[in-house]
């Protein structure tokens, strides 16, 4: 398969770097915490620890797992919370300039989290060539896209919510801790 007939995955490198860096200090944090907890009795401030380190783990890797895919039929944005699908024939302006948002026919605006304003990106241009990107797969498949309409749905993040369960369970267990 050629690689304008397959899918394409837009991401900024430095998001996945950033990422696995902070979930594995934050990680490491929380498991010293739980370690210490067993050596000395769980107390309200190490519960406290791990709950904010796990909380911190969890948002990291809801807002790094943001990426943009291209693929045959659609464009798909997948943000913190939320995934939108909206085939090309759905698409009418691409904007860029640091920050990728798509703007649909039926008046939505969809900001991609993956290519949101950043300063670095005055002088890389990680946008620009997202944007650029997807123009090229709207206009080579934007007459033969799907007729499906623009779908919207929560995004599951396994890992994130695993440790935002954790992160809630060791605040409530610090609380009914005490000091």
Same mark, same amino acid.
């Given at each position: 398969?050629?690689?304008?007939? +397959?899918?394409?995955?837009?991401?900024?490198?430095?998001?996945?770097?950033?990422?696995?860096?902070?979930?594995?200090?934050?990680?490491?944090?929380?498991?010293?915490?739980?370690?210490?907890?067993? +050596?000395?009795?769980?107390?309200?401030? /190490?519960?406290?620890?791990?709950?904010?380190?796990?909380?911190?783990?969890?948002?990291?890797?809801?807002?790094?797992?943001?990426?943009?895919?291209?693929?045959?039929?659609?464009?798909?944005?997948?943000?913190?919370?939320?995934?939108?699908?909206?085939?090309?024939?759905?698409?009418?302006?691409?904007?860029?300039?640091?920050?990728? &948002?798509?703007?649909?026919?039926?008046?939505?605006?969809? &900001?991609?989290? +993956?290519?949101?304003?950043?300063?670095?990106?005055?002088?890389?241009?990680?946008?620009?060539?997202?944007?650029?990107?997807?123009?090229?797969?709207?206009?080579?498949?934007?007459?033969?896209?799907?007729?499906? /309409?623009?779908?919207?749905?929560?995004?599951?993040?396994?890992?994130?919510?695993?440790?935002?369960?954790?992160?809630?369970?060791?605040?409530?267990?610090?609380?009914?801790?005490?000091?």
């Amino acid at each position: 398969m050629s690689r304008k007939n +397959s899918d394409e995955t837009l991401r900024r490198i430095s998001q996945k770097i950033l990422s696995w860096s902070l979930t594995f200090i934050f990680g490491a944090v929380a498991a010293g915490l739980v370690a210490a907890g067993f +050596s000395t009795g769980f107390a309200a401030g /190490p519960l406290s620890g791990v709950a904010v380190s796990l909380g911190i783990v969890a948002l990291t890797q809801r807002v790094s797992g943001s990426l943009t895919t291209l693929r045959t039929d659609s464009l798909v944005v997948i943000n913190p919370l939320m995934t939108y699908t909206v085939p090309y024939a759905d698409i009418t302006r691409i904007g860029g300039g640091g920050t990728l &948002n798509i703007l649909t026919h039926s008046g939505h605006e969809i &900001n991609a989290t +993956s290519f949101g304003g950043s300063l670095i990106d005055n002088f890389v241009g990680s946008a620009d060539r997202a944007v650029e990107r997807i123009e090229a797969r709207v206009r080579q498949h934007r007459s033969h896209a799907s007729t499906a /309409p623009m779908s919207k749905k929560f995004r599951v993040s396994w890992f994130a919510d695993l440790c935002t369960l954790g992160a809630v369970v060791c605040g409530a267990a610090a609380g009914l801790v005490g000091t």
